[in-house]
C-alpha cells in the first residue's frame, strides 16, 4: 500500500492493582458512532496538533475518556507502533500504572465517545478460556475471516486491541513493569 496516508493515534494500556493484589487493565466500549463503534478498545485516540508526543496523545485521550487526570497515569513503557488492518491507523500503545484507582472506581467517561468503561482482572482476561475465534467480514476485505478474539464480560475484543494486549498480559502478569 505504497503511499497510504495512516491516521496517528495512541493509546494506554493503563494497570493497576486492586485492594487484594489482583492486576487489572482498564478497557472502554465505544458508543455506537464513529468508525469504531460499539468496539473494546483500550482508551485513547486521535494525535492532535497541539500533542508534543504520542505519549501526550495517550494520556490526554486516557484522562478525556476516563475522567483520570494526568497525575494518576505513570507511563512505564512504550510498546511498537501497530497499524490497524481496515480503518488506515498506525497506533502507539503506552503500558501505564493507574494511581489513586481501586476496583469500583468512580469512572467518569466520556459520555460522547465511551459507552461503558470495563475494569478486568488480567488472570481472567489472559486465560485460555477466555480466547476463541469469530468469522468476520469487513469490506475492505475479499471475504469473511476467522478472526482471533477475547471474551470480555460477554463481549467480544478482537482487532489491534487483542494484537496488542496479547504479548502485553503475560508480561504484566510476569511482573515486567512496576504495576
Known amino acids: 500500500m505504497s503511499g497510504e496516508v495512516l491516521r496517528r493515534a495512541a493509546v494506554l494500556v493503563p494497570f493497576y492493582r486492586d485492594v487484594g493484589g489482583q492486576l487489572r487493565v482498564v478497557l472502554i466500549r465505544r458508543t455506537s458512532r464513529g468508525r ?14 497541539g500533542d508534543a508526543s504520542p505519549r501526550e496523545t495517550a494520556v490526554r485521550e486516557a484522562c478525556e475518556e476516563l475522567g483520570l487526570v494526568p497525575d494518576q497515569i505513570e507511563v512505564l513503557a512504550a510498546l511498537p507502533a501497530a497499524r490497524t488492518a481496515t480503518s488506515g491507523y498506525l497506533v502507539w500503545p503506552f503500558v501505564a500504572r ?4 481501586s476496583e469500583g472506581y ?7 465517545e465511551v459507552a461503558a468503561v470495563l475494569d478486568v482482572p488480567v488472570a481472567e482476561l489472559a486465560s485460555p478460556d477466555a480466547a476463541g475465534t469469530e468469522e468476520m467480514s469487513f469490506p475492505t476485505w475479499p471475504g469473511p475471516r476467522t478472526v482471533p478474539v477475547r471474551y470480555v464480560e460477554g463481549q467480544l475484543l478482537w482487532g489491534l ?3 496488542i494486549l496479547d504479548p502485553v498480559l503475560p508480561r504484566a502478569l510476569a511482573g515486567e513493569w512496576p504495576v
Not at 41 to 46: D, M, R
Open 161 to 163: 486491541t487483542l494484537r
Open 98 to 101: 493507574l494511581h489513586g484507582v
Open 106 to 112: 468512580d469512572w467518569r467517561p466520556q459520555p460522547s
Open 36 to 49: 469504531h463503534a460499539g468496539q473494546i478498545a483500550l482508551p485513547g485516540g486521535n494525535c492532535e496538533p
